[in-house]
């Protein structure tokens, strides 16, 4: 006699609840699945991660700009210095005896040498550096608030170092300066000699902030790569009356640029390579002499727009 027996609750919770298991091929299917919203949900996230960096480097540009005109506040109209002046770096070389307009530091040799743009801003920037030498200021603008600040979030060299005075001290900067307004005197050749004899050559203003003509469209930084002769972060000319779009298309300077145009500027113009077209897509953020920012197309019509010098007064 077959006796039957009844299942237990156990196996009949079993029966009740139990689940086919996925197929090899529905789990590869679900992983192409996966792997599909990935590959178009990056670019988005791409995007947006880098509107994000881009809206941060404006702020900082900002913060920098605020700092340059409170300089100028300080220091009878006068924005830091840039470049080689020709003349000298000390005060008296520079026509600052009293040193009222810029910002040194102290050698060795018991003079006095003029500073980085990042050194000359340390007092707006609310940070104390020392200056007893060139060695202290690049030790203390390294770091810290200068770093922060001076960093562009999407810059892929931000970790390489750069000057704007020369023996000023070096820092890690991702941006450039207009030379022609906070640089001195004319423009030179790379031996040092003046370039008046070339025509149209414009005066320097030295960083005088109420000699800047059309404030709304000079410029004064901007995002931009080192210059491939020597890391110098700087925008400069040899030739009057030029805008951001005569630096994008000179044929002058390091060899095979892209971007070459049929209109090219006429002059000494050799300062290309600090255009940084891969860092915010082929736009980049400026900062003008009005105070304001603007992220713009790195496009000959949207530079054009964009001073350099125009307007600056004959030597």
Not at 39 to 60: H, V
Not at 70 to 96: C, F, I, K, N, Q
Not at 205 to 228: M, N, Q
Not at 259 to 267: D, E, I, L, M, R
């Amino acid at each position: 006699m077959n006796i039957s027996v009844p299942p237990s609750p156990v196996t009949l919770f079993n029966r009740r609840h139990r689940r086919p298991a996925f197929t090899l091929v529905e789990l590869l299917v679900v992983i192409g699945i996966i792997a599909l919203l990935i590959a178009i949900l990056m670019p988005t996230l791409g995007r947006a991660r880098e509107s994000a960096n881009s809206l941060k480097c404006e702020a900082q540009q900002h913060q920098i700009l605020e700092a340059l005109m409170l300089h100028a506040h300080e220091h009878r109209g006068y924005l830091p210095m840039t470049g080689y002046p020709v003349a000298g770096l000390d005060p008296v070389s520079l026509e600052d005896p009293l040193m009222q307009r810029y910002d040194y530091y102290g050698t060795d040799a018991g003079t006095y040498h003029l500073m980085s743009v990042l050194g000359a801003l340390a007092p707006q920037l609310g940070v104390q550096i020392n200056t007893q030498s060139k060695a202290t200021v690049e030790a203390d603008i390294r770091q810290g608030v200068f770093r922060q600040i001076f960093t562009c979030p999407s810059d892929r060299d931000a970790d390489s170092l750069g000057s704007t005075v020369w023996e000023g001290g070096q820092a890690y900067n991702s941006y450039v300066f207009n030379d022609s307004a906070c640089g001195w005197g004319t423009s030179v050749n790379n031996d040092g000699s003046s370039l008046r004899s070339m025509p149209n050559v414009h005066s320097r203003l030295r960083g005088k902030l109420a000699s800047f003509p059309h404030p709304a469209e000079l410029f004064l930084i901007a995002d931009g790569a080192k210059r491939s002769d020597g890391g110098w972060q700087l925008m400069c000319d040899g030739d009057a009356e030029l805008s951001l779009r005569d630096i994008y298309v000179t044929p002058i300077g390091p060899p095979k640029n892209p971007h070459v145009s049929y209109n090219p500027p006429a002059g000494f113009c050799s300062t290309w390579d600090t255009i940084d077209t891969l860092r915010h897509r082929n736009r980049m953020n400026v900062g003008f002499a009005d105070g304001h920012v603007e992220n713009v197309l790195i496009s000959e019509g949207s530079l054009a727009k964009i001073s350099l010098n125009k307007g600056f007064p004959a030597f």
